[in-house]
Each structure stands twice: as C-alpha cells, then as structure tokens.
C-alpha cells in the first residue's frame, strides 16, 4: 500500500455508518489480568460482548511512549511482552490480531495538528493485548497502536484526541489503556487495599467526568497533593485524555471496573456513547 494512498480510498475502505462507536478508556492494572479470572477480566469480557464488533481498534496505550507521534502500520503486529518477573503462561500468550495499513494512513491523514509518522517496528504492547485478548478472545478484528508523544504537555493530547472523533462513524473502536491513578512505588500487591488519597482523586475524577468538566482533567497538575501522588508520571494517564475528548456534549458516561486496589491502582474504566 502506498505511502501516497489517496484520501478518498482509505476513507472507502472505512466508509461511514449509521451507528456511532463508543469509546472507551480502560484501567489495565497487571498483566496478571490477561491470564487470570477476575472481576476486571471479566469486566472487560462483559464489555466486549456487549460492544457492537467494531471495523478496526486503535488503542492508545501508556506502555508506547515517543519522540512526535507514530502509529503502527504493519499487517501482523507481534505481541510484546514488555514486563519481567511473571509466570511463564503470560510469556507464552500471542494475541496474534491483524493490523491495518489502511487505518494507519487514515489516521495520519485525519490528524491535521501534528505529523503522525508510520512505524513498522513496535507491536501491540500488554496496555493494548492484555484487554483485547479479554474483550475479543478471537484476536480476528484489525488493531492498530498510537503512540503518546513524551515530549507534549496534556493539552496537546486531548486536543489530538479530538481530531480522532471521525473514526468513530467509520467502525473503529477508540481504546485508551492506562490507569487514572498509577503509583507502583507505593503500591500494596493485596488486592482490595487503597490508600485515602488514591480514592479521594478516583473520586474527584469520576465527578468531574460525570459532570462534563474536562478542564480540571487536562489541568489535573492542580488538583492538590492527591493527584501528585496519583500521577508520579503521566503516562499511564494520557489515554484517559483521548478517550474524553472525543465525548460529544450529548454523550453520556458509564463506568465499570470502578475499583482502587493493591493500595495506589485505579482500575476504573468508562465507556462513551
């Protein structure tokens, strides 16, 4: 497929629907996820039964970061296993999803604030497989990966997040991969724990979504100690910052998955629509 594929093949490729795809941002947790029975993976297998089967997925996850923003363009994405110290089972498992050249250069062309470069090289990381081979077991629906620019304050990526929203009437699942609160040097590994401050901002930001106010989400370096101790580093909350922007006004949230556990580990997940 050319690098100089016009615009109007790949918007055929992905012609408009009639019905809008969700969005959706997802608390990923532990690899652990992938291989256990639990009430996330089976949250998230709930999920994807009752989502309608999307065309293609592009999922943004915490685990991809880069200099300027890529996405993957390769036909069979490999399975990254970017973790060390888990059982041998979570090495063994491929999630040997197809990618999309098309989707690729699609997005490229819909991105109009910033160059978005085609990687050959990266994968589907354990922020994106983890899920997926949860949500759609049979690893048969086109994913393509798009990477968070480190160099890029929070306003960039929900403002990129927003050029993303025609995809949604194309038949793609928008996934964001991260955690709202992501603290593993003050992790607890006992489920069921949480730390006061790790609830209090869960909590600040459920209400701040389900009110619509974004603002405060993107500024969140001003919501007090409770989110410094939230977010030591912003990666794995970046993807929650797409997946709002691309709420229209009339769009409601829901959550699921909506625990903190091991002490400093949001696993609260929401679907748009």
Not at 153 to 182: C, D, M, T, W
């Amino acid at each position: 497929m050319s690098l100089n594929q016009p615009l109007q093949e790949l918007q055929d490729a992905f012609a408009d629907t009639d019905q809008k795809m969700p969005a959706l941002f997802v608390g990923h947790g532990s690899p652990l996820n992938a291989v256990e029975d639990n009430e996330f993976s089976r949250a998230w297998a709930e999920a994807g039964q009752a989502l309608p089967r999307p065309k293609a997925i592009l999922c943004i996850s915490a685990h991809w970061e880069t200099a300027g923003t890529q996405v993957t363009g390769m036909d069979k994405p490999k399975t990254i296993h970017d973790f060390g110290g888990f059982p041998p089972e979570l090495y063994a498992l491929e999630y040997a999803a197809p990618g999309s050249s098309d989707l690729a250069r699609l997005a490229q062309a819909t991105v109009q604030q910033t160059q978005v470069r085609l990687d050959e090289d990266w994968g589907l990381d354990h922020g994106t497989w983890s899920v997926l081979c949860r949500m759609f077991p049979a690893a048969d629906i086109p994913v393509v990966q798009l990477s968070l620019d480190r160099t890029q304050q929070p306003e960039f990526h929900y403002a990129l997040g927003k050029e993303l929203q025609a995809l949604r009437n194309k038949g793609v699942l928008i996934l964001g991969s991260g955690n709202i609160v992501h603290n593993l040097r003050r992790a607890v590994f006992q489920a069921g724990t949480a730390y006061d401050w790790a609830i209090e901002f869960d909590e600040t930001l459920k209400q701040l979504m389900v009110a619509g106010n974004h603002d405060p989400i993107v500024h969140y370096q001003n919501l007090g100690q409770a989110a410094r101790l939230a977010i030591p580093t912003n990666e794995h909350y970046l993807p929650l910052l797409y997946i709002l922007a691309l709420q229209d006004k009339q769009e409601h949230i829901r959550f699921f998955a909506d625990k903190v556990t091991m002490g400093s580990l949001s696993m609260r997940s929401l679907w748009i629509e």
